[in-house]
């Protein structure tokens, strides 16, 4: 069964560092998403990617950002200088072209020291 | 715009027993809504998901929800817990068109 996929399973970065977190959508999927839940709380949306733009993304969503599909299967979100505060399980999500529902995948675990 | 309140953030069951996880939505249409669960250290799957085709929705492993407009309600149900069953429970519903909105989540606790 396809699955979306993340890399890697864990980051530890420091402070002020650029972190990359991938993920690799289902195949013939054309929305992409990224959320992320801060321990203890809930699921929260991030961004939305179709068509090669962002569609939609949430005030957290800031400049320190960005997000980009740089080959036919990526789909990767950038955080160009991490804080304390982005210290996060981070899940990418992928959809079909009825968006019916979203896939998950297991999640990138990113600590800020 | 859309929400989804999950009434329970913790809730405790004997393995055999039933399982009640409740979740109310707010909408001024009828929504697609939808189950995820989360096992320690996994990522999301999805349980089931109501999209307006039939108000009683069976999902995987033996779950299921129903769809009550009149309640504003899409309660998730088992008639049996079992140990493999305890994780976190969301309840999400897509706000416009391009995201989810995740309740708080219950956390589901099976006792032996």
């Known amino acids: 069964e396809p699955e979306v996929t993340q890399t890697p399973s864990h980051q530890v970065t420091q402070m002020g560092q650029e972190v990359i977190l991938r993920c690799v959508p289902i195949?013939?999927?054309?929305?992409f998403y990224w959320y992320r839940q801060i321990l203890g709380q809930k699921v929260e949306f991030l961004v939305s990617f179709y068509n090669n733009e962002i569609s939609e993304k949430s005030e957290i969503f800031d400049d320190q950002f960005s997000v980009e599909r740089p080959d036919g299967s990526n789909f990767t979100l950038k955080i160009r200088s991490t804080k304390l505060e982005d210290s996060a399980m981070y899940f990418c999500?992928?959809?079909?072209?009825?968006?019916?529902?979203?896939?998950f995948g297991p999640g990138t675990r990113l600590t800020v020291t | 715009a859309q929400s989804v309140t999950q009434l329970d953030s913790h809730v405790s069951v004997s393995e055999g027993t039933p399982v009640l996880l409740r979740c109310n939505y707010s909408?001024?249409?009828?929504?697609?809504l939808f189950w995820y669960v989360q096992h320690p250290n996994k990522g999301l799957q999805l349980l089931l998901k109501y999209t307006s085709a039939a108000t009683l929705v069976k999902g995987i492993n033996g779950f299921e929800a129903e769809f009550k407009k009149s309640e504003t309600s899409f309660h998730l149900t088992k008639p049996s817990a079992h140990m493999s069953d305890a994780a976190e429970y969301f309840c999400?519903?897509?706000?416009?068109?391009?995201?989810?909105?995740f309740g708080t989540g219950t956390r589901l606790k099976v006792l032996a």
């Open positions: 999500a992928s959809s079909g072209p009825f968006q019916v529902e979203q896939y």
């Open positions: 999400v519903a897509p706000s416009g068109t391009y995201k989810y909105i």
């Open positions: 909408s001024s249409y009828s929504p697609s």
């Open positions: 195949s013939n999927h054309l929305y």
